[in-house]
């Protein structure tokens, strides 16, 4: 089965940039989808397809994907930011969806 | 405004039997596959099942294969997910999602405890 590494957590200041690396072997030759999660509520979805933000999602959020290395981008951090951050791709070998482990994004 | 409503969670001891539903509303919902996905306490997202827009194809994780039954009603807008002969660690948050390329819309949750 298809493996996504996420980093357990990582911290930011407010007003700086988060990247949260999510690592696969070739990652960048799949589509890779970023959820957030903040306690107590369900996952939303914040970056599809790589390096496309559904309907609502600030411009704040943004993806990147190359190499075996795909990177959420969350720039101008506010404290609201603070959430679990989650990748998914679709494991071709498996056919089904395959999530990383979330990284836990502190903002100081 | 797309919705996803997901019941039927509750206590079950081990090797017992539940049926979760997912009502949708706001969405053509048989135009979508739709999926579960779970969360045990304090850990990570882990997909469970998955089903096309017509029921035509089903999927499921290895560690539910067997045991677990997605089904959809398109007259109804209702998803549901039979659960059977269920363990420990299948405890957990059990959410309803839009999709199963990515998931785009996600219910609440309702939440399965299997212990004696």
């Known amino acids: 089965s298809y493996v996504l590494t996420q980093p357990p957590s990582v911290s930011v200041a407010p007003g700086q940039t988060a990247r949260i690396p999510c690592g696969g072997n070739?990652?960048?030759?799949?589509?890779v989808h970023w959820y957030q999660q903040k306690p107590g509520q369900a996952p939303v979805l914040v970056v599809y397809?790589?390096?496309d933000r559904p309907s609502g999602i600030p411009e704040r959020f943004s993806g990147s994907n190359s190499g075996n290395t795909a990177t959420l981008t969350i720039s101008r951090v506010e404290a609201g930011d603070e959430a679990d951050y989650c990748c998914?791709?679709?494991?071709?070998?498996?056919?089904?969806?395959?999530f990383g482990g979330g990284t836990k994004l502190t903002v100081l | 405004e797309e919705q996803l409503l997901e019941s039927g969670g509750g206590l079950v001891q081990p090797g017992g039997s539940l049926r979760l539903s997912c009502a949708a509303s706001?969405?053509?919902?048989?135009?979508?596959?739709m999926s579960w996905v779970r969360q045990a306490p304090g850990k990570g997202l882990e997909w469970v099942s998955a089903?096309?827009?017509?029921?035509?194809?089903?999927y499921y994780a290895d560690s539910v294969k067997g045991r677990f039954t997605i089904s959809r009603d398109n007259s109804k807008n209702t998803l549901y997910l039979q659960m059977n002969n269920l363990r420990a660690e299948d405890t957990a948050v059990y959410y309803c999602?839009?999709?199963?390329?990515?998931?785009?819309?996600w219910g609440q949750g309702t939440l399965v405890t299997v212990s004696s």
């Open positions: 999602a839009k999709g199963h390329w990515n998931f785009q819309r």
């Open positions: 706001g969405l053509t919902f048989s135009n979508y596959g």
């Open positions: 089903i096309s827009d017509s029921s035509s194809r089903t």
């Open positions: 070739n990652i960048g030759s799949k589509s």
């Open positions: 397809d790589d390096v």
């Open positions: 998914q791709v679709w494991d071709t070998n498996g056919d089904h969806p395959v």
